[in-house]
């Protein structure tokens, strides 16, 4: 063994004896306890059950949960909760489960900043908003401190909750990590702020805490991490961070500049159990520590614990872990080439040239396979998708089968990445969630595996997915989500306290944005993405709220992809949101889409106008009834909108995950409209979507309708974590809506045929095609695309959308023109065959293509056209879809000829909404994120009144060790 380890047992008696101290000991508020708030929330339940009710609270950062307790109170069942020191204002819900109801359904707000002590007991009852209060007999009244930040090293600003004339120096003390008083030389009091000097400088890698009348809150350092400065001195460019397994020993390497020592803990199992004797980690260039075990360490665990002053952070997950045991507690040291699926070696991507040659599927994975006639036996597994020949009662082929037979090229996978918000020791109880709540970046989420105890279960499952469907012709897209984690005791903040997040930021709505700026910060999700890359062959990533990562590192993160594979996609959401910077940069928005080449952008443009606001069900848009829209259409049509430089950087689209489904918004909107009206404007969106520029993206199940019902037969907005019986994908509406399923796979058949719809550039836009501008009834649209444009395989595209409920005739150009697409039917044999004019049907779409060429369409798979003027194009050339002998349930009104190639549509991303109410989302939210932590602060600062015996114990317990290690030390060297 390599690393320096303490093996006499009167060491190792020290050691122990610190850890106890800082485990127990160290961590502990020290406050005075008659400082602190405690509320008690009372709820009372006519039915008087309890069980599975629980109260959400937040303050300005996390939120934490705490369950009820019925002693049988006459005012109901009572959950108490510690208020965090400084806060004014505690947000609470009472939520059932894992956020599977809320009652009421609103946020209520608790007002503190009048109390500096003492309890506050709430008197809530189920259905009503309001509640009353009752301060105890203890609760003091006055003046509390609620922020403090270090203007400079001798300069503390501080917020009190009001005014006070009285305030006086001897008000105040400020405390070093060990306990130690700064001496106080001056006061500038204003109001309720005001300044205070300190004679002694502050440094501002440690931590201070800052005592107002027995009150103690942590002093904010400024954004020293983002200056040129530390970045200088500690940006760290190797790529060893993390565990590097070798058969013959283990190198640990972690980044962590701020602590003043780092132990590894040894762990036989992911969970339980106890950790060998810690190891003492030697600090290392720019910030980073390392040790080295000798002998093979495959298949055991580890974590960090970190020594800050008087505060030690124990347990730490290593953030560059390859995977974990049950629940992400610990890290796991794992053979990864141990994991790797028979014929693994001989995988590879299934990309494309350009992006617009994609049809991109948003899926979630538990919702694929969660319908209980489909047939699948894995049931929300990773391993579902590897299960072929799977149909449900009706015959209808399911899982696998049906994305093969349906024709999309990518799946975009909702996260699957280790997130938080479902406990994998509990997976024989219902739980659903997206997963935008991230743990550990770089492990495999465990409940979609079949056993989420054992790290390299995960990763071997995931591996089988991604290779059942690249055998399928399939691109796997991950949604990743580095916008924001699921709470801050995310594990690179426990190693550098401050320095993951950004200062007061909540532009996530889950109030940790990432302050991707800092140069660690951008290189570990560089380094994630491209691990994930290259480790798993996925062959694009979708990024969750883009808007809040700056474009530096989207530009590396492209940079990076581009050296492992340049048709690796990426794509996101690029709404403009408020965060707060740490430095002076661009964010990754559409209004900055020309600053991120190779890098595609949501169109909410397209989005809203054909469908409407997505913030407002009634409102309908171009295809439901607001023919108002039509510029809207028009101007998303060409993939270009005004932010848009190139439809190589759009995302076409009407749904995704977020937001009701297109099914039951178009329902919403016009709920009087008969069911065969409805399905007609379902289908028109459809066509827009596929004959636009652009990457075009559709939400699994749009396809047959998909519907998300609640149990009071209202739809749901926001499912994130509702039950299977709203999420699956209902197999059986397939075969209840044939013709529109027909419909959809006929449309990604005809526009793998005709590369005229995947255009590259705006300048071939703006060149190929031509909107007609005289003749139309109002709201109809109508435009020819170039038979020039793009290697297009015919002489010229006609396209014609009619919203309105009547038939309506356009004037076709010259030439004989075959129908492709009209009315219900779609696909790549002729429907007929029209000259001077045509009859478009209600509320339908009609596209043509002159009839006098035979030449065989191109295929994307063929074409020289890089998707991007610096990138080459793809050199592998996947395999036919459309040569398949895989036979399909339903056959399209048309057979595909065997010249038409398998092309398939690249899509990138799925665009969730900008806001919403809903506490774990993964846009924006009023509520605080969903988690399922008890407690809302995973370290502790040191307060003013730090017991002197302690620090004569660690004192002398640090000596001892120092000097037992020298002696080893020079034993060791002696015996040589």
């Given at each position: 063994m390599n690393a320096k380890r303490i093996s006499k047992s009167v060491i190792a008696s020290v050691l122990t004896l610190m850890l106890i101290i800082s485990c127990f000991v160290l961590p502990a508020s020290f406050v005075n306890a008659a400082n602190t708030i405690t509320a008690k929330f009372y709820y009372l339940r006519e039915d008087g059950n309890y069980d599975n009710w629980s109260l959400w609270t937040w303050t300005d950062g996390d939120g934490w949960s705490t369950d009820f307790v019925d002693e049988g109170d006459p005012h109901g069942a009572v959950a108490t909760v510690t208020v965090p020191d400084g806060a004014t204002d505690l947000g609470f819900i009472v939520r059932k489960g894992n956020w599977e109801a809320k009652d009421p359904e609103d946020d209520r707000h608790l007002e503190i900043g009048a109390v500096v002590s003492g309890t506050i007991n709430v008197y809530c009852k189920s259905g009503e908003m309001d509640y009353d209060t009752e301060y105890g007999s203890d609760v003091v009244l006055g003046t509390k401190i609620t922020k403090s930040l270090a203007n400079s090293k001798t300069e503390i600003a501080y917020t009190l909750t009001k005014a006070d004339e009285t305030v006086t120096a001897e008000d105040f003390v400020v405390t070093d990590a060990l306990g130690n008083n700064l001496t106080i030389t001056g006061i500038t009091p204003d109001g309720e702020k005001g300044t205070i000097t300190v004679a002694e400088e502050m440094d501002y890698l440690k931590n201070y805490t800052l005592t107002f009348r027995g009150t103690t809150i942590a002093v904010k350092m400024p954004e020293y991490f983002s200056s040129k400065e530390f970045e200088d001195m500690y940006t760290y460019d190797g790529d060893d961070l993390g565990a590097t397994y070798t058969n013959e020993k283990t190198d640990f390497r972690v980044w962590a500049p701020t602590a003043d020592q780092i132990y590894l803990n040894l762990y036989d199992e992911g969970n339980g159990g106890e950790a060998a004797a810690p190891i003492i980690m030697e600090k290392d260039v720019k910030g980073t520590w390392v040790a080295s075990v000798d002998g093979d360490l495959n298949g055991k665990y580890y974590t960090y614990s970190a020594v800050f002053g008087n505060t030690v952070n124990n347990d730490i997950v290593d953030p560059y872990a390859k995977s974990v045991g049950v629940n992400g507690k610990r890290g796991m040291i794992l053979d990864l080439d141990s994991t790797d699926p028979d014929g693994w070696d001989s995988d590879s991507r299934h990309t494309y040239a350009n992006a617009t040659d994609m049809s991109i599927y948003e899926l979630h994975i538990r919702d694929f396979s969660t319908d209980p006639d489909c047939g699948i036996t894995n049931t929300g597994k990773y391993i579902a998708f590897t299960e072929t020949g799977t149909k449900d009662s009706n015959g209808v082929p399911t899982g696998i089968d049906h994305l093969k037979d349906l024709g999309i090229t990518s799946v975009h996978i909702l996260p699957s990445y280790d997130f938080g918000s479902v406990d994998e020791t509990k997976l024989d109880k219902a739980q659903f969630n997206w997963g935008y709540d991230p743990v550990n970046y770089n492990a495999?989420?465990?409940?979609?595996?079949?056993?989420?105890?054992?790290?390299?279960?995960?990763?071997?499952?995931?591996?089988?997915?991604?290779?059942?469907?690249?055998?399928?012709?399939?691109?796997?897209?991950?949604?990743?989500?580095?916008?924001?984690?699921?709470?801050?005791?995310?594990?690179?903040?426990?190693?550098?306290?401050?320095?993951?997040?950004?200062?007061?930021?909540?532009?996530?709505?889950?109030?940790?944005?990432?302050?991707?700026?800092?140069?660690?910060?951008?290189?570990?999700?560089?380094?994630?993405?491209?691990?994930?890359?290259?480790?798993?062959?996925?062959?694009?990533?979708?990024?969750?709220?883009?808007?809040?990562?700056?474009?530096?590192?989207?530009?590396?993160?492209?940079e990076a992809l581009n050296k492992i594979d340049p048709t690796i996609c990426v794509y996101g959401e690029g709404w403009s949101l408020s965060t707060n910077l740490s430095k002076d940069v661009s964010l990754a928005t559409q209004p900055n889409s020309s600053l991120t080449p190779g890098i595609a952008y949501f169109s909410d443009t397209i989005r809203d106008a054909i469908k409407g606001s997505v913030f407002d069900a009634e409102e309908p848009g171009y295809v439901n009834g607001n023919i108002k829209k039509a510029a809207s259409i028009k101007n998303g049509v060409l993939g270009t909108p005004s932010w848009s430089p190139s439809p190589l950087q759009t995302v076409t689209y009407a749904s995704c995950h977020d937001n009701l489904t297109l099914w039951d918004k178009i329902a919403s909107s016009n709920p009087d409209d008969s069911e065969e009206d409805r399905i007609k404007q379902n289908l028109l969106s459809a066509a827009i979507v596929y004959t636009s520029q652009g990457i075009p993206f559709i939400q699994a199940g749009e396809e047959f309708l998909r519907t998300k019902v609640k149990e009071d037969g209202t739809f749901e907005h926001n499912s994130y974590a509702s039950p299977d019986s709203v999420n699956l994908l209902d197999y059986s509406r397939i075969t209840d809506y044939k013709d529109v399923y027909n419909y959809y796979k006929g449309l990604i058949s005809f526009r793998k045929a005709h590369s005229a719809f995947r255009m590259t550039s705006a300048e071939d836009v703006k060149n190929y095609i031509s909107f007609v501008e005289d003749g139309l009834d109002e709201g109809v649209i109508a435009y020819s695309i170039d038979g020039a444009a793009n290697d297009e395989a015919s002489d010229g595209i006609f396209v014609v959308y009619n919203p309105n409920n009547q038939a309506t005739n356009v004037t076709l150009p010259d030439g004989d023109w075959d129908v492709y697409v009209s009315g219900n039917q779609a696909g790549t044999t002729v429907l007929s065959t029209v000259s001077g004019e045509v009859s478009v049907d209600p509320i339908s779409a009609t596209v043509l293509v002159k009839s006098d060429n035979q030449e065989e369409p191109s295929n994307p798979e063929e074409s020289d056209e890089p998707s991007n003027p610096d990138e080459p194009s793809n050199p592998d050339e996947p395999s036919n879809t459309e040569d398949s002998d895989e036979p399909s349930y339903y056959e399209e009104p048309e057979s595909i000829p065997e010249s038409i190639p398998s092309d398939t549509d690249n899509s990138n991303g799925s665009g969730e909404s900008n806001t919403s109410t809903a506490p774990q989302n993964s846009n924006t939210s009023t509520a605080p994120q969903n988690s399922n932590t008890t407690n809302n602060n995973g370290t502790t600062n040191t307060g003013d009144t730090f017991p002197v015996v302690l620090v004569v114990i660690f004192a002398v317990a640090a000596a001892t060790v120092i000097t037992l290690v020298v002696i080893s030390s020079k034993k060791s060297r002696n015996s040589k």
């Open positions: 495999p989420e465990g409940s979609y595996s079949t056993d989420p105890y054992h790290g390299e279960v995960r990763v071997n499952e995931y591996k089988q997915m991604v290779q059942s469907l690249h055998n399928a012709d399939i691109g796997v897209i991950m949604d990743v989500v580095y916008n924001h984690t699921y709470n801050t005791n995310y594990c690179f903040n426990q190693l550098v306290p401050g320095y993951f997040y950004r200062t007061d930021s909540n532009g996530s709505g889950c109030g940790n944005d990432v302050a991707s700026e800092r140069s660690m910060v951008r290189k570990f999700i560089v380094d994630s993405v491209a691990y994930w890359a290259s480790e798993y062959h996925l062959d694009g990533f979708r990024f969750d709220l883009m808007g809040l990562i700056d474009t530096d590192t989207m530009n590396a993160v492209r």
